[in-house]
């Protein structure tokens, strides 16, 4: 009986003595995920990055090396031999326990993206190993100089609005317009890293999006182009009646890119500036991008009747547009524009009204 249990006993020995090492990487920092079908360790840069590999059954003279494999050469260089490196500054190893080599990994660079092998040697070509790809990466940030600032264009101009950023992998550069509008360059969303137009006009004045985008994160930069341009004057009625003994309006709209101040605008008769106060009011009314020019001819007598010109400038410019005020039979009412003020009077009345007749009828 005892015979047969030192055999046995041998015979176990002799098993786990013959049996080969297994090499695992059980724990990593950060956690290991599968990228196309790879372990993967994604670091962020400039961080530091762990990988603890268990050998169980490993013969004394054995020796576990780490070795990292450059997607370029893709050959395995040794970096470590049990807890010698040979890149003491990039590299460390300690041993937490009898069985883990862990490697430490510093100051995460770009380059340091590779295969990464914990490996033991059996005999011949043959080893035991395993490994995880290490992969860098870093949240996108919008390069200044290398990005466009707020732009100031002319009509006509050329205009080259550029977007770079730094980040691991290498950032994608998306355009769109705030507020979703369409790009001059067609649809509402440009991937590349610029926007290059040839002419530029005064529609295409806004707030530019840039966003640069990789599987980190993303930075984001609005870059605003003001397209200036001389003003656009147009009349909102070529000809005004009115009879004798009444009072007109004549009417120009003034749109542009400086909007044109009080000083640049007036209007005239026959070349000659109306100083008449008593006979003729000018009134000025700035909107979003244009000015609504007025002009108020009181008591019109025969000699007030003619060709009228309102004139506007600015940097880019000027122009000018004609309103002929004309003899009628009768008095001719004209409809007085809203304001923002007496549409909200009206509307507000109107409710009003609508509740008090709603309530006589309910008593």
Same mark, same amino acid.
């Given at each position: ?28 920092? $950060? ?64 041993? $937490? ?86 790009? $001059? ?99 000025? =009314? ?21 060709? =009228? ?26 409809? $007085? ?27």
């Amino acid at each position: 009986m005892n015979k047969l249990v030192h055999i046995i006993l041998l015979t176990f020995v002799s098993t786990a003595w013959c049996a080969d090492p297994k090499v695992t990487i059980k724990y990593t920092f $950060p956690k290991t995920v599968v990228r196309n079908n790879y372990k993967t360790v994604v670091v962020e840069k400039d961080r530091d990055c762990l990988l603890a590999c268990i050998v169980d059954n490993k013969r004394a003279e054995k020796k576990v090396q780490w070795l990292v494999q450059n997607f370029r050469t893709n050959t395995p260089i040794p970096i470590s031999t049990d807890t010698d490196t040979q890149n003491a500054f990039k590299y460390q190893i300690d041993k $937490p326990a009898a069985n883990n080599w862990r490697l430490k990994i510093q100051n995460a660079q770009e380059s340091d993206q590779a295969l990464y092998i914990c490996r033991v040697q059996l005999g011949g070509q043959q080893n035991a190993n395993d490994s995880r790809m290490i992969q860098v990466i870093q949240t996108p940030q919008i390069i200044d100089y290398k990005t466009s600032s707020n732009t100031i264009k002319k009509e006509t101009d050329p205009l080259d609005l550029r977007c770079d950023a730094s980040g691991i992998p290498k950032p994608v550069i998306s355009w769109t317009m705030v507020g979703g509008g369409v790009l $001059p360059t067609g649809g509402r969303e440009l991937t590349a890293p610029s926007i290059t137009i040839d002419n530029v006009n005064r529609n295409m004045k806004g707030a530019y999006k840039c966003k640069a985008e990789n599987i980190a994160g993303a930075d984001i930069r609005i870059i605003y182009l003001n397209v200036q341009f001389q003003p656009q004057v147009r009349a909102k009625e070529d000809v005004v009646r009115q009879a004798v003994g009444f009072s007109s309006e004549l009417t120009c709209l003034a749109a542009g890119n400086p909007i044109p101040e009080e000083s640049q605008m007036y209007w005239s008769r026959d070349g000659v500036a109306l100083d008449n106060r008593n006979k003729f009011v000018e009134e000025y =009314y700035v909107g979003s991008n244009y000015v609504l020019m007025k002009l108020i001819v009181k008591d019109i007598t025969e000699s007030d009747y003619g060709q =009228y010109r309102c004139y506007a400038e600015n940097i880019e410019g000027n122009e000018n547009a004609f309103v002929e005020l004309q003899q009628s039979a009768s008095e001719v009412v004209q409809r $007085p524009g809203l304001s923002g003020a007496s549409m909200l009077t009206f509307s507000i009345t109107t409710i009003a009204m609508l509740v008090v007749t709603a309530l006589l009828h309910c008593c």
